[in-house]
């Protein structure tokens, strides 16, 4: 098994929600960290700032693009294990953008994995996403459930799944995928529906939703990034998808209830018809079948969606000035 401490890491997508936990944790292992942040004249770290002082503090941060080609290769250059978070991943953006999705998601995978195989790192994980399954044709959904691009993102993904497979088998690059199911906790924008709910809860008495009866499988964001690192230790993973996520399920109207519940107070639920997906592109049914990440990694959740929320809703009653409940962050 693969130990990360004392390992030369860079992370793509270090300054988003996950990629932030993962960055968090890795430091924690004792791995050396280079962060790569998407270039902003703001000169912003995004949720980097957010760690812990002394974390923050070790880290190496580079600022930079994923679809520049050359720029990639100078972030890769001394690395040994590659992350690669950085993506467009917001479902309703990407039916107003879709080609930004191509060129960040499928573009940008090329440029990780031609770096990666140019300078022969010991590892890459690519971060795939259990959207590329679509609505379920079986639960709970194993790696071989079929792939289905119902909507602009997860049909970007797909292809930059397909892109990190192609350079396993073409050019033995060492890649291991990371298919996480829906991920949450501190630091997550509201673009993701347990956000929106909180901080709409917090401070309002109606509670304006999308339809409520999909299916979600969350797995709370500590538990996630134990789940990169894990696959990246393991050899079993190389070349292989493999499925992160609790293996239990919740719709999303349930989980509104449970959010009020745990928040206190009352609340009504309202169905907000600008926040309802089209039909054929709303993914119904995501519930993770996790037998291989057990086998392969000896990962399991750690974390009940419980504790998860409850710490979910303390950093969003911290922080209120990340959420505008008032509109619709798409």
Not at 27 to 36: E, P
């Amino acid at each position: 098994m693969m130990t990360l401490a004392g390992k030369k890491v860079l992370i793509t997508g270090s300054s988003g929600f996950i990629g932030s936990h993962l960055t968090e944790a890795l430091v924690r292992t004792g791995a050396k960290v280079r962060a790569f942040v998407h270039y902003n004249s703001r000169n912003s770290y995004g949720n980097l700032e957010l760690l812990d002082r002394e974390i923050f503090k070790s880290l190496e941060i580079i600022t930079g693009d994923i679809i520049d080609p050359f720029f990639v290769e100078k972030a890769v250059s001394g690395c040994q294990v590659v992350f690669h978070l950085a993506a467009l991943i917001a479902i309703p953006y990407s039916y107003i953008a879709p080609h930004c999705y191509v060129s960040t998601n499928i573009s940008g995978t090329v440029n990780v994995m031609e770096a990666c195989r140019k300078h022969g790192v010991e590892r890459v994980v690519q971060t795939s996403t259990s959207e590329t399954y679509g609505t379920a044709l079986y639960t709970p959904i194993n790696e071989e459930h079929p792939l289905q691009g119902q909507s602009p993102y997860s049909a970007s993904k797909i292809g930059s799944d397909k892109i990190a497979e192609s350079y396993y088998l073409s050019f033995n690059v060492p890649v291991s995928t990371i298919r996480p199911f829906n991920t949450y906790g501190p630091r997550q924008s509201a673009r993701a529906v347990i956000p929106t709910i909180i901080s709409q809860a917090l401070i309002k008495d109606n509670i304006k939703l999308g339809s409520l009866d999909p299916v979600r499988d969350f797995t709370y964001a500590k538990d996630t990034a134990r789940g990169f690192i894990a696959i990246a230790q393991s050899e079993e993973t190389i070349g292989k998808v493999t499925n992160i996520g609790t293996g239990k399920a919740v719709t999303i109207g349930d989980l509104a209830h449970t959010i009020i519940k745990i928040i206190g107070g009352n609340k009504r639920i309202i169905s907000d018809e600008q926040r309802i997906r089209p039909k054929n592109s709303e993914v119904m049914k995501l519930l993770c079948d996790n037998t291989k990440a057990k086998e392969r990694t000896g990962w399991e959740p750690a974390y009940s969606i419980e504790e998860g929320l409850k710490e979910t809703i303390d950093f969003v009653r911290a922080h209120p000035d990340f959420y505008k409940p008032d509109i619709y962050n798409v």
